[in-house]
Structures are given as structure tokens and as C-alpha cells.
């Protein structure tokens, strides 16, 4: 199994040349074939339950292994008892892995009851609806590639944006700029 953590996503999903969600779990499809390959398994078909277009990614599948006839669509879970077991199992693994995770940041009161982590549970959106901390937001089990997340900072008042020198991509405006907006600070930064 290939687990995706929220800070690799988003990670991958915020850098100046997105590595988007879907083609992560697609690349973490081929790798998981790709083991099972090379242990020594015969692989002559495979269900897979798509991410994006289903014939664009049966053709990548395709094109990587060209031995191995692949049915590739949406909702294949629902048609598939080997999908469905697959998905099962990642659903459980996932609740497992959530209920046990080892937060890398002091979280002070805020409650680990953030439910199912979609946007339709009322736990996890009850979780969402207050910001662990106005600069930094949630801790690292929360995507901030995540349309709900950025949103919930763009309509925050109390969230800082921040602009890094990297992300000015040799922009001098956007460098005067920031060199501006730094040295109106009021030094409650301390001596850098």
C-alpha cells in the first residue's frame, strides 16, 4: 500500500510547477504494479477505479505495461469485487492511520475530532470552521492545497499572506515590494 501524506500533497500541489493530485495517484498506481512485478507476480489483468480521464490513464497503464490488459473507469468499486476490496481496505488503513497520528506541532486545545476529513461530514467541517492558529493555520494533517482550506485563509481576516523571495520568480516589482513591506515591520521579528 502507498500512502500519500497531506504534506507531501501538498507539497507537490503548491510548488511553482504543480505536481497535481491525480498524476500522483496515478504515479502511485504504477509503482504499486511495478512491485508487484518485480516480486515475481504475473499480472494478466488489472481493475482500476480512475482518477481523471479513464482512457487517457488506461493508455498511460497501457504504455508502462504493455503485457497486462487494464479496465480502467469510474465508479469500479461499485462494479468490481477486487476494486471494492481495494477500497476497503483504503478506507480502513486511512481511518487507522488518522486515528493514530502523531501531530509534529503543539496543538493546544484543538480537538482531534475532525471526523472523516471530506467537506460533506459535519465533524470535519465543524473541525474546519475554527483556524488552529491565524498565521499558520492547521497543523500538518490538513492539505493546504485543499480548495476548502484556501479558501477558508482567503476569507479569514485574521490570516497573514505571505510571500516568499523564491516565489517571485525574479520579479524586481515583486522583490521592491516585499523589501517594503519588511521594512515596515514593527522588529517584534527580533534581530535576524
Same mark, same amino acid.
Given at each position: ?5 497531506p504534506s507531501e500533497i501538498s507539497r507537490n500541489m503548491l510548488r511553482p ?10 504515479? =502511485? ?9 518485480? !516480486?515475481?507476480?504475473? #499480472?494478466? +489483468?488489472?481493475?482500476? /477505479? ?23 473507469? =469510474? ?9 471494492? !476490496?481495494?477500497?476497503? #481496505?483504503? +478506507?480502513?488503513?486511512? /481511518? ?23 467537506? =460533506? ?32 485563509f482567503e476569507e479569514s481576516e485574521e490570516a497573514v499572506n505571505v510571500l ?29
Amino acid at each position: 500500500m502507498r500512502s500519500l501524506l497531506p504534506s507531501e500533497i501538498s507539497r507537490n500541489m503548491l510548488r511553482p510547477n504543480p505536481y497535481n493530485l491525480n498524476q500522483m495517484s496515478h504515479d =502511485s498506481t504504477m509503482l504499486m504494479i511495478r512491485k508487484l512485478l518485480d !516480486a515475481g507476480l504475473k #499480472v494478466k +489483468k488489472a481493475y482500476i /477505479d480512475t482518477v481523471g480521464n479513464p482512457y487517457t490513464y488506461r493508455r498511460k497503464l497501457e504504455g508502462q505495461f504493455p503485457g497486462i490488459e487494464f479496465v480502467v473507469e =469510474s465508479k469500479a468499486d461499485a462494479k468490481y469485487a477486487s476494486c471494492s !476490496a481495494a477500497s476497503v #481496505v483504503a +478506507k480502513v488503513s486511512r /481511518d487507522k492511520f488518522m486515528t493514530g497520528w502523531k501531530f509534529t506541532e503543539e496543538l493546544g486545545g484543538l480537538s482531534r475530532e475532525f471526523g472523516s476529513g471530506y467537506p =460533506s461530514d459535519p465533524k470535519c467541517k465543524a473541525w474546519l470552521e475554527n483556524l488552529q492558529d491565524p498565521l499558520f493555520g492547521y497543523g500538518d494533517i490538513v492539505r493546504f492545497s485543499w480548495a476548502p482550506i484556501k479558501n477558508k485563509f482567503e476569507e479569514s481576516e485574521e490570516a497573514v499572506n505571505v510571500l516568499f523571495q523564491a516565489d517571485l520568480d525574479d520579479d524586481e516589482d515583486g522583490l521592491i515590494q516585499q523589501q517594503k513591506g519588511m521594512s515596515s515591520c514593527d522588529g517584534s521579528f527580533g534581530n535576524w
